[in-house]
């Protein structure tokens, strides 16, 4: 898929927001399912199942995307019949790699309230028996898949949060990109000069607990030289979410445009799978 980085995506410094850039993943996900593999929204609803987002991991190595066209495209990897990993590469117009990212989604029986069996018929669609194209291994996530564990640390600062109306989406819960914002609004409550001259090159996100509407979440964070760790909390003070992030020198410029190129800019996005290239 051929993105348009837009003004709302991009923080003060022209960099792209880590919230931003995980609404954008989502879309991807959605055109591959619904344009690329002809799959309705909702689509596991008819085996009473849904897909339930278990963890993030992206690296962003180049933040200054405005008004610049992303190319995402995206392999979806199904896992011992009840998880699937989504894979990402980020590419500039150029097609040189600017980012990579990987999402691991389980599949939940929404009567029992448990994990279910990946239905078939999506096993079949999705999986492939040849083997992964050269462009396809390109696409995978190089590093670890193993999620982020819950660490010990004395917390810097806590901030309660409340939850918006705008937060919940259709699923009935705090949209899965919103726990990304509350991290860094929390830290840029306690220093901004360093949210001022740095920027998450790297972060992950697992997912532990949904938010329902209503309410407050506490959110807390503690840092180790240049890396970030962070807890949201309930109410209750159950654990919703824990978020690592790896933080770099942002650069001086506010975005070079130069070699700004109009014709690179189409406004009509379309949907690339690893077969299309």
Same mark, same amino acid.
């Given at each position: 898929?051929?993105?348009?980085?837009?003004?709302?995506?991009?923080?003060? /410094?022209?960099?792209?927001?880590? $919230?931003?850039?995980?609404?954008?993943?989502?879309?991807?996900?959605?055109?591959?399912?619904?344009?690329?593999?002809?799959?309705?929204?909702?689509?596991?609803?008819?085996?009473?199942?849904?897909?339930?987002?278990?963890?993030?991991?992206?690296?962003?190595?180049?933040?200054?995307?405005?008004?610049?066209?992303?190319?995402?495209?995206?392999?979806?990897?199904?896992?011992?019949?009840?998880?699937?990993?989504?894979?990402?590469?980020?590419?500039?117009?150029?097609?040189?790699?600017?980012?990579?990212?990987?999402?691991?989604?389980?599949?939940?029986?929404?009567?029992?309230?448990?994990?279910? @069996?990946?239905?078939?018929?999506?096993?079949?669609?999705?999986?492939?028996?040849?083997?992964?194209? $050269?462009?396809?291994? /390109?696409?995978?996530?190089? $590093?670890?898949?193993?999620?982020?564990?819950?660490?010990?640390?004395?917390?810097?600062?806590?901030?309660?949060?409340?939850?918006?109306?705008?937060?919940?989406?259709?699923?009935?819960?705090?949209?899965?990109?919103?726990?990304?914002?509350?991290?860094?609004? *929390?830290?840029?409550?306690?220093?901004?000069?360093?949210?001022? *001259?740095?920027?998450?090159?790297?972060?992950?996100?697992?997912? @532990?607990? $949904?938010?329902?509407?209503?309410?407050?979440?506490?959110?807390?964070?503690?840092?180790?030289?240049?890396?970030?760790?962070?807890?949201?909390?309930?109410?209750?003070?159950?654990?919703?979410? %824990?978020?690592?992030?790896?933080?770099?020198?942002?650069?001086?410029?506010?975005?070079?445009?130069?070699?700004?190129?109009?014709?690179?800019?189409?406004?009509?996005?379309?949907? %690339?799978?690893? @077969?299309?290239?």
């Amino acid at each position: 898929m051929d993105y348009v980085v837009d003004f709302r995506d991009v923080d003060r /410094f022209y960099d792209l927001k880590p $919230e931003s850039l995980l609404q954008i993943l989502g879309t991807v996900s959605t055109y591959d399912e619904v344009l690329g593999h002809h799959l309705r929204p909702g689509y596991m609803g008819q085996w009473n199942m849904a897909w339930i987002l278990y963890q993030w991991k992206v690296a962003l190595k180049e933040p200054k995307q405005y008004a610049r066209v992303l190319r995402v495209t995206t392999l979806p990897i199904m896992d011992r019949g009840i998880y699937c990993y989504r894979h990402y590469l980020l590419e500039d117009e150029r097609g040189c790699p600017v980012g990579r990212a990987l999402s691991q989604w389980v599949a939940v029986d929404l009567e029992k309230r448990r994990l279910g @069996k990946i239905p078939q018929e999506i096993l079949t669609l999705f999986s492939d028996e040849s083997p992964l194209s $050269e462009r396809e291994q /390109f696409v995978l996530w190089p $590093e670890d898949l193993r999620p982020l564990r819950r660490q010990q640390g004395n917390f810097q600062k806590e901030l309660l949060i409340p939850v918006l109306y705008s937060d919940i989406d259709v699923n009935g819960h705090v949209n899965n990109a919103i726990y990304a914002r509350w991290a860094t609004e *929390t830290l840029h409550r306690s220093d901004e000069a360093f949210l001022r *001259t740095h920027y998450p090159q790297a972060f992950t996100i697992v997912y @532990k607990k $949904e938010k329902t509407p209503q309410g407050r979440v506490r959110s807390r964070f503690f840092q180790d030289q240049d890396t970030t760790y962070h807890e949201i909390l309930d109410e209750s003070g159950q654990v919703l979410t %824990i978020l690592s992030m790896t933080w770099v020198p942002k650069a001086a410029h506010l975005g070079d445009y130069s070699d700004y190129d109009f014709s690179k800019v189409d406004p009509n996005a379309r949907c %690339i799978s690893c @077969k299309d290239r």
